[in-house]
């Protein structure tokens, strides 16, 4: 039931947007510096594999230090503006037209959006603005040195979930719906009164 309380949660990768951010953010920076970015690739690949072939339930210390060596050689400024540019880049080129349909009619009845992913603040941010929703995502390190380290844990799986009841206000499970591509997302789509699962 839709009502001034109703609160829609939706993820990024595969589900607002119509691909994977993590895989255009590396492309982007490919291209940006491909020298440099060949330096890296070797270790990017290896921090990769281990990333999918951990058992850990949330992957925060391989996604960590693939963040970091991804963002090695970069300062501040220059990820805040590559970011602003990326973000523009994947609005553009890449919302899902059927799902940002569904965002638009929702705003449109001053409904509460959020979006609730896995991939970093640094990025996502800017990506949030430009779709006017709150954001709920892997926090990464931008103070000091090494840049990319993450915060707590990755936002992914049952992380997803606690993050949802922590910083989501009156979060209430009859007025909430979810909509996600994966199963992964399964401890969070278990809280939600309704959730779709985005092919």
Do not use: W
């Not at 119509?18 to 490919?30: G, H, R």
């Not at 960590?64 to 050689?73: A, P, Q, R, V």
């Amino acid at each position: 039931m839709i009502n001034k309380n109703t609160i829609i949660l939706f993820d990024l990768d595969n589900t607002l947007i119509a691909t994977d951010s993590m895989k255009i953010l590396v492309l982007f920076l490919m291209k940006k510096n491909y020298f440099n970015f060949i330096l890296k690739l070797p270790m990017l690949i290896y921090y990769s594999f281990i990333h999918i072939i951990s058992n850990s339930t949330h992957k925060t210390q391989t996604k960590s230090k693939f963040y970091c060596k991804l963002l090695e050689g970069f300062n501040k400024k220059q990820i805040d503006t590559f970011s602003i540019d990326l973000a523009k880049y994947i609005f553009i080129n890449y919302k899902n037209l059927k799902i940002y349909r569904i965002l638009k009619k929702s705003q449109k009845l001053g409904i509460k959006n959020y979006i609730v992913t896995a991939s970093a603040d640094f990025y996502c941010k800017p990506l949030a603005k430009l779709f006017n929703t709150k954001l709920i995502s892997t926090k990464v390190n931008m103070k000091k040195f090494p840049f990319g380290e993450i915060i707590g844990k990755n936002c992914y799986g049952e992380e997803k979930k606690k993050r949802v009841l922590k910083e989501v206000k009156y979060f209430k499970t009859k007025y909430s719906i979810f909509y996600s591509d994966s199963r992964s997302d399964h401890p969070l789509a278990s809280i939600c009164n309704k959730s779709y699962l985005i092919k």
